[in-house]
């Protein structure tokens, strides 16, 4: 079901903009929430606070994210029109691509996001596979993002921002998985 064809039947104008408004945050701190991460991660920042701190502001920011994609989905449920059901808010693959695309990413952050409170019950690599599906599911989200600014119309002035948050949380996550010694003859850290 589309999501502006809902708008243009007269129904609730002011759900869709909480919609429209808490995915554009979601986007925005999912982008912020990868480069933090990698950058607590990697080490790049230790020297600004403590390690725990900045794996606390980590874990604010994925909240946050998760918090207003939440919101994102469930106010299509409170449509006048009827139009979303849970089924297609939460089952992937049940609407288009670009629905799958926004459901796969907020599952696989939301896994991503328990397995930091299971990590105590499991080993390290396998913690580590399963938060790192963080990864794949930033990437469908800008795919699900990239697409709903074109279905909605505004591609043209919604993805300037959009790039502008995009561009440093790919080029983030791209040093992250050069090998450490590319990284150092680049030097953008220390020798080994």
Request: aromatic share 12%; with cysteine.
């Amino acid at each position: 079901m589309s999501l502006y064809l809902a708008a243009d039947a007269g129904h609730d104008s002011g759900v869709l903009e909480v919609s429209t408004l808490s995915a554009r945050l979601a986007y925005a701190l999912m982008c912020l929430t990868l480069v933090w991460g990698v950058l607590t991660s990697t080490g790049w920042v230790n020297r600004l606070t403590g390690r725990d701190a900045l794996r606390g502001s980590h874990q604010v920011l994925a909240t946050l994210t998760l918090a207003f994609a939440f919101v994102h989905g469930t106010t299509l449920l409170m449509l006048d029109s009827g139009a979303w059901e849970l089924v297609e808010v939460v089952v992937p693959f049940k609407e288009t691509l670009r629905y799958t695309f926004g459901v796969l990413a907020f599952e696989g952050m939301l896994a991503a996001s328990i397995a930091v409170g299971l990590k105590r019950f499991m080993t390290y690599w396998r913690w580590m596979w399963l938060h790192r599906l963080a990864y794949p599911a930033f990437v469908l989200g800008v795919l699900h993002a990239f697409f709903g600014a074109l279905a909605a119309g505004s591609l043209a002035t919604v993805w300037m921002l959009g790039i502008t948050l995009l561009v440093p949380a790919v080029t983030v996550m791209f040093l992250r998985f050069l090998p450490a010694r590319t990284l150092a003859t680049a030097g953008l850290v220390e020798d080994l």
